[in-house]
């Protein structure tokens, strides 16, 4: 059996790399807002076109010089006082006070192959700079670590957010692991409670928001005492095809609008459930992800959508409950191999037209909505019902994984 002073000394080991990756990270961040380093930063950036090919040799080796070596030094001298500080303070077994070094031996292979890079050794870039590979990104960009289409963000989409380098651990504590500044973001049921909170939660990010409702008003939003004018489009279920158009040049689409019959249960109330609830927003979807065309778009389009609470808990309101599970699934069923992301918006009773007696505000709502957002919460859970946090993760793990195994 393993001993309780190897446990120990492994756990060390772990966080010693944990730790030399966030002082990366905040290094990077660093180099963003203080002018010597972001001289040096600025390398860097000079070095890559959209498509990741380098727009010089020599920039890009003179760039490992500048930024990546000095970068890993100083990831090397943190990493030194980590095992420096457990050896001194006896945390860590004679036995086994080697390991408290790994998080330095780790750094040193960054420090070699910015070295190399630097040098032209060949085929060192292609080894050991993987987020700065050229070609199409296969995968959607990553939860927990960083890919190609998570790094290529950082280049192209906002140098003020993406920062991390291998854990997306800071950018999720920062709140920059989705910047929403100048993304131009589509949001249905404008005109509701939920919809016109959220406009204005998007608007004081940055964000370019066109709402989208069924009543031809022009929406506005109420900001420090200041009627702001949105963007207004209208349209009606059963007309999405009229949206591709706009879609075309949307960054992100929030699907929000719904009904609730409440008691009701006639043919044409379950029509109607389904058809606003579910099949409307399941055909704005397969219309979005048609305009996913290039590595932009797999990096930066993404869909948001309000399957609501009643995906797993009662709403005691039936058809809604059932039209709303269905959008759930729908949503779920899409989200094995979707070439962007798709968020699901979780959340419990709030005061609204559609349910007079929430006990959560829209405004409260809207801005948890969008601190998660930022944060890359993919499942977005607002209430107020602790065994929502517990059984949707569940629910949606199981569903999920029986998708993939059973669809192609």
Same mark, same amino acid.
């Given at each position: ?326 959008? !759930? =699934?729908? #949503?779920?069923?899409?989200? /094995? *191999?979707?070439? @962007?992301?798709?968020?699901?918006? $979780? ?14 505000? !829209? =405004?409260? #709502?809207?801005?948890?909505? /969008? *601190?998660?957002? @930022?944060?890359?919460?993919?499942? $977005? ?28």
């Amino acid at each position: 059996m393993i001993n309780n002073s190897l446990l120990i000394a492994l756990a060390i080991a772990l966080c010693s790399i944990i730790w030399v990756e966030l002082v990366r990270d905040y290094y990077h961040y660093l180099a963003h807002i203080w002018t010597p380093l972001s001289r040096l930063h600025s390398w860097h950036h000079r070095v890559f076109k959209p498509d990741l090919s380098v727009n010089s040799v020599e920039i890009y080796r003179q760039a490992h010089w500048y930024n990546d070596v000095p970068e890993s030094l100083v990831m090397l001298i943190f990493s030194i006082g980590f095992a420096l500080l457990f050896i001194s303070q006896g945390w860590i077994s004679p036995n086994y006070q080697w390991l408290a070094w790994l998080g330095s031996l780790y750094t040193l292979s960054f420090t070699g192959s910015a070295i190399a890079r630097g040098l032209g050794i060949p085929y060192a870039d292609e080894i050991t700079d993987a987020t700065h590979r050229q070609g199409d990104f296969t995968t959607i960009p990553a939860h927990w670590f960083v890919n190609r289409s998570y790094h290529w963000r950082h280049h192209f989409d906002d140098q003020n957010a993406y920062f991390c380098g291998t854990f997306t651990i800071v950018d999720r504590i920062m709140g920059t692991a989705l910047s929403l500044k100048g993304k131009k973001i589509a949001v249905t049921g404008a005109n509701g409670t939920l919809g016109q909170a959220l406009i204005k939660q998007l608007y004081l990010k940055g964000a370019k928001v066109t709402a989208l409702t069924s009543q031809n008003q022009e929406l506005f939003i109420d900001v420090r005492n200041e009627q702001i004018p949105i963007k207004t489009l209208s349209w009606q279920v059963g007309e999405e095809s009229n949206l591709t158009n706009i879609f075309e040049k949307i960054d992100i689409l929030i699907l929000n609008h719904g009904i609730n019959v409440y008691g009701e249960k006639t043919a044409e109330a379950i029509e109607k459930s389904y058809e606003i609830n579910a099949f409307s927003g399941w055909r704005m979807m397969e219309l979005f992800l048609k305009t996913v065309k290039n590595n932009q778009d797999k990096a930066t389009k993404e869909i948001w959508v309000n399957t609501s609470e009643a995906e797993v808990n009662p709403a005691f309101s039936p058809l809604y409950e059932i039209s709303k599970r269905t959008m !759930g =699934d729908l #949503v779920t069923l899409k989200r /094995v *191999n979707s070439p @962007i992301i798709i968020r699901k918006l $979780i959340l419990g009773p709030f005061k609204s037209k559609l349910n007079p007696i929430g006990v959560m505000s !829209g =405004d409260w #709502v809207a801005k948890q909505i /969008v *601190n998660l957002a @930022i944060r890359d919460f993919r499942d $977005i859970i607002v209430t107020i019902n602790p065994f929502t946090y517990v059984i949707f993760p569940f629910k949606e793990w199981l569903m999920l994984s029986y998708c993939k195994v059973l669809t192609k």
